[in-house]
């Protein structure tokens, strides 16, 4: 890899790796946010960092493109040690998307897209050719949209051109912070599937930070399970994770959640069992309903069991013990 490469504004470069090397950041309270954390970033691949609330993923984020300083420890980006960069010259060479994308709210499109571009000294006429090449990238047609302003776009189409923002320059290395979090669980569906085309053509190296295990399966090449300070429970592709967990904290964090989906997706007469004589007083539940329905039904009533209803009438019953016994492979997912 070209050791200037990171400085470089040309044409489309190579992804870079990052390394990071006992990196910690520790605030001048004494709160120790992240302790010793050691990780190999594989250039263009995405990998994702999870973990509970405070432990640490924000800031391990934002100490590679130096918005925190590290308190101690190394980081490699492309062959160099950027903490002997220019931090605010190094920012112009990676990418950073947050969740609310943060447009100028004064500019329009094409010039929000063209913001690092502009810093580093393009001509306009590029400038603009490259902000409506990547508003195509992110599927906004150009000629409708470059010239409307943040607050004319739906909160999906404004996370896309925070993403169209920072690719604009062609960065080695694109970091994000829970970058599909704040639209609709169906605005996001879409926004990951449409991320994971682009990620196809542009091959970034990309550290993503999420709490959403299913986004971090569905978009990871490699997800780091943290744990608080910044400790890292397992490092892996997501199929490893969830099939071969190496700690019960990790099975813990990954299982949880695949369990609840299941339930959830999961018809509750997988379950069923033909009524019994003593039915009076519990909790119903409709037969279309899932497994998930159906132990809601039974924990909001402190019941240990449900009827199941069909057109009014009662067509069976799902115990709390039965919806734990449907085999996985039944599971409609
Ligand atoms: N300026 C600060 N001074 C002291 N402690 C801080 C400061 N900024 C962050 N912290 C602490 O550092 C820890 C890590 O914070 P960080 O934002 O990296 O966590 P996170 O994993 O990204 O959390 P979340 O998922 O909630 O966004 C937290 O305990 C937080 O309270």
């Avoid at 006992?22 to 302790?35: F, I, L, N, R």
């Avoid at 604009?168 to 609709?184: C, G, K, Q, R, T």
Wanted: glycine share 10%; with cysteine; net charge negative.
């Amino acid at each position: 890899m070209d050791a200037t490469a990171i400085n470089g504004s040309g044409p489309a470069r190579s992804a870079a790796s990052i390394t990071l090397e006992d990196v910690g950041k520790t605030y001048p309270d004494g709160t120790v946010a992240v302790g010793d954390f050691s990780l190999e970033v594989h250039a263009g691949e995405l990998t994702v960092l999870i973990g509970p609330s405070g432990c640490g993923k924000s800031t391990i984020l934002r100490m590679i493109n130096r918005l925190i300083e590290p308190t101690h420890g190394r980081i490699v980006i492309d062959g160099q040690d950027i903490l002997k960069r220019n931090p605010v010259e190094l920012r112009r060479h990676i990418g950073y998307v947050i969740q609310n994308v943060g447009l100028f709210p004064h500019q329009n499109i094409r010039t929000n897209v063209g913001t690092v571009p502009r810093l580093l000294g393009w001509d306009k006429k590029r400038i603009n050719e490259r902000a409506d090449e990547l508003l195509e990238l992110v599927g906004l047609d150009p000629a409708r949209f470059a010239k409307r302003y943040p607050h004319e776009l739906s909160g999906g189409q404004r996370q896309r051109i925070g993403v169209a923002r920072a690719l604009a320059a062609d960065p080695l290395v694109l970091l994000m912070d829970e970058p599909f979090s704040a639209v609709d669980p169906i605005a996001r569906g879409r926004l990951q599937e449409e991320f994971l085309r682009l990620q196809a053509t542009v091959r970034k190296t990309i550290v993503l930070v999420t709490h959403d295990i299913d986004e971090a399966v569905r978009l990871g090449d490699r997800i780091a399970v943290l744990a608080e300070g910044g400790r890292l429970l397992q490092y892996a592709p997501p199929a490893e994770l969830l099939s071969k967990p190496d700690s019960t904290a990790v099975g813990d964090f990954v299982g949880a959640d695949r369990g609840i989906r299941r339930l959830a997706v999961t018809p509750l007469r997988q379950a069923m069992t033909p009524p019994t004589a003593i039915m009076a007083g519990r909790p119903t539940v409709d037969a279309e309903g899932t497994l998930y329905d159906a132990l809601a039904a039974m924990l909001a009533s402190d019941a240990a069991e449900v009827v199941v209803v069909e057109d009014g009438k009662t067509v069976g019953v799902v115990t709390r013990t039965s919806v734990f016994e449907v085999p996985e492979a039944e599971a409609t997912v």
